[in-house]
């Protein structure tokens, strides 16, 4: 089993601090180490969820893990690289698009595990919420969950009303002003180079599970 390597950390604290194209010319081989190590790990990530969550089986570590190429045309931060490296499991396919799924961030110092949907379409928006409306009890009996709590926090950008179309007194109003549904699980530097990291990613992704299934089961419908 592959875990998480101290020089993929190292790296990327060399790029944080060297973040030009001269240094990266030169380091491009720690780079390509570093992507090679994510993509060993992040595949047998994929294998241990698809165990439960039957959507991920065709996935490859390859197609899910990001550029580290960053675009600045709209940027303020001229910086030409991210000084992280990200993987996104989400069903692949056009009926899929924007559905949630799991997300795997490794910078040092600021590593995380994360589930839900972040940027969705507007319908799909509107389809969580009308389901969230309309089966509030499964929704809170879901992250309401001692497991779940004790693992995450419910984040997201949140209207200051209750949507249109909704009841202002509606009992699940409050969730009903997300726009955004996603969960986080911090990391430490020591909890990435463990050698627990891949089966603990897979607990955590367990847990996140249904919550995804409730979100997409609303996409879906």
């Not at 396919?93 to 839900?116: Q, R």
């Not at 209750?162 to 996603?182: A, R």
Request: aromatic share 12%; glycine share 4%.
């Amino acid at each position: 089993m592959s875990n998480i390597e101290k020089d993929t950390l190292n790296f990327l604290s060399e790029l944080e601090r060297n973040n030009n194209r001269d240094w990266f010319s030169d380091h491009k081989h720690l780079y390509l180490k570093a992507k090679d190590n994510m993509e060993a790990v992040v595949n047998q990530i994929i294998s241990g969820v698809s165990d439960f969550d039957k959507s991920m089986e065709r996935l490859e570590a390859k197609n899910c893990i990001f550029r580290i190429y960053k675009d600045t045309r709209f940027s303020k931060d001229k910086t030409p690289y991210k000084t992280n490296i990200g993987a996104s499991l989400v069903e692949k396919g056009p009926k899929t698009l924007n559905h949630a799924g799991y997300y795997i961030h490794i910078e040092p110092g600021k590593s995380f595990l994360a589930g839900g949907v972040y940027m969705t379409e507007p319908k799909n928006l509107k389809a969580i919420r009308e389901k969230i409306s309309a089966e509030g009890e499964d929704f809170l009996k879901i992250i309401n969950k001692k497991s779940f709590r004790d693992n995450f926090e419910l984040r997201g950008d949140k209207l200051v009303k209750v949507p249109q179309g909704f009841d202002k007194d509606n009992p699940m109003g409050d969730y009903l002003k997300f726009k955004q549904f996603t969960v986080f699980h911090s990391l430490s530097d020591e909890d990435v180079v463990n050698e627990n990291f891949i089966n603990h990613t897979v607990k955590i992704f367990k847990e996140i599970y249904p919550f995804n299934l409730f979100l997409n089961q609303a996409i879906s419908d």
